[in-house]
């Protein structure tokens, strides 16, 4: 009977985060799941590129709302924000009062160097863009936290801990918002870029190298010398300090730190890991997998709804 358990939660959480491959039989409308209300706004842009597009759906409130900040996964390669659902419930969200954006952003393959830096920095860019609405959208600036998976989560956990990059001496007034998030529930998280973390926690690790424009994971391996400047500006976990906001991650399998995993891109040592260096810097960390005991958010909705309605 466990064994069935964790298969349907693999397949749960595999499909949330975008890597589970299996026909999508849902009716959709403009790209959306029926399931999923129409967007108050929708093709909105945020910056120049084609992808720098957001879709918004506006909470019905008296007072202004939070906001659910999603990022969809896809390796950084592919992806759209119509899998929104895949990461989040916006009907729960919409329900509590929670306002969505779902967002697109500009792929590694992009003339940025090093690559990642094109999403990294376009979601910043789209956070800042949704504060700058705030009084048009009745949004609550305070109150905006992050969701995603695998790449979308990577991506989400980087703009928890990053510093701010607002410019408050920018002429452009999108620049002055702020890029900080108030927490992040993310699905199946890589929480780390540094080749030589990841092989220490899993052995057969094969996934980052891309990130830096570098091919195999032997390559990455190779060069991560050289590259240790972009792996301290870009990388989740080396950037943890401890005035950073909480953080929720949820995975589906159990951990085995050092050994070998089924899936080692979204393996839950990445999150093991990470919530021992966020605990020594007192920074809240809860991390969920199969077979936990006692589990207080079965799902990064109801984290997000607990943080962002909490008084």
């Known amino acids: 009977m466990k064994k069935i358990i964790a298969i349907l939660f693999f397949l ?3 499909h949330l985060y975008g890597e589970v491959k299996k026909p999508d039989t849902r009716k959709k409308t403009a790209g959306y799941s029926t399931a999923i209300p129409k967007p108050t706004l929708s093709g909105v842009s945020y910056g120049k590129h084609e992808r720098n597009v957001l879709d918004f759906w506006k909470a019905e409130s008296s007072s202004p709302t939070p906001v659910a900040f999603v990022i969809h ?3 950084w390669k592919g992806g759209s924000k119509e899998r929104l659902d895949r990461f989040a419930d916006p009907n729960a969200l919409l329900k509590a009062g929670i ?5 697109n952003y500009r792929y590694v393959t992009s003339t940025e160097n090093p690559p990642v830096k094109a999403p990294l920095h376009d979601a910043a860019r789209a956070l800042q863009f949704v504060r700058s609405k705030a009084k048009e959208w009745n949004l609550d600036k305070k109150r905006i936290g992050a969701a995603g998976g695998s790449a979308g989560a990577c991506s989400s956990l980087w703009l928890a801990f990053h510093d701010d990059l607002a410019d408050p001496e920018s002429k452009d007034p999108v620049a002055r918002e702020s890029s900080r998030l108030s927490c992040a529930a993310v699905i199946g998280a890589q929480t780390t870029l540094d080749p030589k973390q990841m092989v220490e926690w899993t052995p057969n690790s094969r996934y980052g190298g891309h990130a830096f424009g570098l091919g195999s994971f032997t ?4 060069q991560r010398e050289k590259i240790l400047p972009w792996i301290a ?3 989740p976990y080396a950037l943890v300090t401890r005035d950073d906001p909480p953080v929720y991650l949820i995975y589906s399998a159990s951990p085995a730190i ?5 899936d080692p891109t979204h393996t839950s040592n990445f999150g093991v890991k990470l919530q021992e260096h966020c605990k020594a810097q007192e920074v809240d960390c809860q991390l969920v997998y199969p077979g936990l005991p006692k589990v207080k958010h079965a799902n990064t909705t109801a984290f997000l709804i607990s943080q962002l309605k909490s008084k």
């Open 219 to 222: 390559d990455f391996l190779k």
């Open 233 to 235: 500006e870009y990388s």
């Open 73 to 75: 996964g896809g390796g």
């Open 12 to 14: 749960l959480v595999g």
């Open 258 to 262: 050092g050994k070998a995993q089924k």
């Open 99 to 103: 306002s969505v954006v779902a967002i």
